[in-house]
């Protein structure tokens, strides 16, 4: 845990101010230390059991004096989306951003670069509200490299396609669908946070900054259309395998013909001389084996001339 005293400007670990009406506290801690906060802030327990839960769900919530956020981090690990929960409590005397027991590099550097931001913004009117922009700011851009890193990856597994299908890429296929519904699922969800944001019911925004969480906003709006679009881009893959297979499978099959094509005149041929009927001519021929060895060796040529020229072969 550490922290930032506006109002006294200092910062602390472990010893968190008692609140009063001029306190502007910012908080970073672990989900495991909340409870210890408990009783400074006044959280609703729910709230608490909530960022202690990590139930992976988004939502905007008002209570008395503050408003509570839970959020999702999502990014590409395998063949799965691992999900990271990042929780916010926000009202007009203190910020107080939750992170996991194991937040990931990523998540590690949003605490870093708001704690880094606040030497930035504590001669401001309002520092809380401009950290508070900035979680979502930097939230946004980290979801905005994900998507980007999970688009490369399906690009690579489209050309991989392209080139040829292999029976394994049907698993992989199937879970970049569902990694990029579970991507689709979650900006959908924390696009709504970004419209409860901007309703303010607890008033704790001043006016002049609603104008940034109406780009963080519209943001969150292109990163869902960004996951939608990925989520065709995957149902795509499908389809691209589908007739490649479909493809590759053809000229397997036309080839078979092919050479079943050549082979057939010559055992037709055989096939007639193979029968034990007694006037059949060419039976007791001298030359008869090799001259019925050199129609079945002209029917070849001739088969191989047509499909040459009708550029078959």
């Keep these: ?71 999702i981090y999502a990014e590409p690990e395998g063949d799965t989306v691992l999900q990271r929960e990042v929780n916010i409590f926000f009202s007009e005397k203190y910020l107080t951003l939750v992170l996991p027991e194991s937040p990931g590099e990523n998540l590690s550097k949003l605490a870093d670069i708001t704690y880094a931001a606040v030497p930035l913004v504590k001669n401001r009117p309002v520092p809380l509200i401009h950290l508070y922009y900035s979680i979502f700011d930097n939230l946004t851009s980290f979801y905005s490299d994900s998507l980007e890193e999970f688009e490369n990856r399906i690009e690579t597994m489209t050309e991989s396609i392209e080139i040829h299908p292999k029976k394994d890429q049907i698993t992989h296929i199937i879970s970049m669908r569902k990694m990029a519904y579970t991507y689709k699922k979650l900006l959908r969800a924390l696009s709504y946070v970004g419209d409860q944001v901007l309703v303010d019911d607890n008033g704790s925004l001043d006016r002049s900054e609603l104008k940034h969480f109406r780009g963080i906003n519209t943001r969150l709006a292109k990163l869902y259309d960004f996951a939608d679009n990925l989520y065709d881009m995957s149902n795509d893959l499908l389809n691209l395998y589908d007739s490649k297979s479909a493809a590759q499978m053809n000229k397997t099959v036309n080839k078979l013909t092919i050479i079943t094509l050549f082979f057939s005149p010559p055992a037709l041929i055989a096939g007639i001389y193979g029968m034990n009927f007694i006037h059949m001519p060419e039976r007791n021929w001298y030359l008869g084996y090799p001259v019925a060895l050199v129609y079945m060796l002209m029917t070849v040529v001739v088969i191989y001339i047509i499909l040459k020229r009708k550029k078959w072969l």
């Design 1 to 71: 845990m550490k922290g930032y005293n506006f109002t006294a400007g200092k910062e602390f670990e472990a010893d968190i101010p008692a609140l009063d009406d001029d306190s502007r506290l910012l908080v970073i801690c672990n989900s495991s230390e909340l409870y210890s906060l408990l009783d400074i802030f006044g959280w609703d327990m729910d709230t608490v059991d909530e960022c202690t839960n990590l139930d992976e769900k988004i939502r905007y919530t008002n209570y008395d004096g503050y408003d509570f956020i839970s959020m």
